[in-house]
């Protein structure tokens, strides 16, 4: 069975930081591309970061040398550490890989 299973999030302050993990099943964790996806309401989803298997990633311009994304093999999780955070990076973070979505975990970045 495969889950995803994020935790994390949180409330901060404008220019603080956060880390994000996707637990991930192994059949996921060793075979695909795994993704971080946000969400504001009334606003489709947005690919924020992702990581290959071989550690490959990639990056929306917007979080581009604030956000890195990394996988730890021996948590089979794929992290997503968020620096220099702005109020527009509040969403919900979902975690995919193929057809599989988490639940999500929500971020908000407030004074």
């Known amino acids: 069975q495969v889950q995803l299973v994020e935790s994390g999030g949180g409330v901060v302050q404008p220019g603080g930081s956060l880390r994000l993990s996707c637990a991930a099943s192994?059949?996921?964790?060793?075979?695909?591309?795994i993704a971080w996806y946000r969400q504001t309401p009334g606003n489709q989803r947005e690919l924020v970061a992702s990581?290959?298997?071989?550690?490959?990633?990639s990056y929306v311009d917007s979080v581009k040398g604030r956000f890195a994304i990394s996988r730890d093999n021996n948590k089979l999780a794929v992290l997503l550490q968020m620096n220099s955070l702005k109020p527009e990076d509040t969403a919900r973070y979902y975690c995919?890989?193929?057809?599989?979505w988490g639940q999500g975990t929500q971020v908000t970045v407030s004074s």
């Open positions: 990581i290959t298997p071989r550690g490959t990633t």
């Open positions: 995919n890989s193929r057809a599989w």
């Open positions: 192994r059949s996921i964790f060793d075979a695909a591309t």
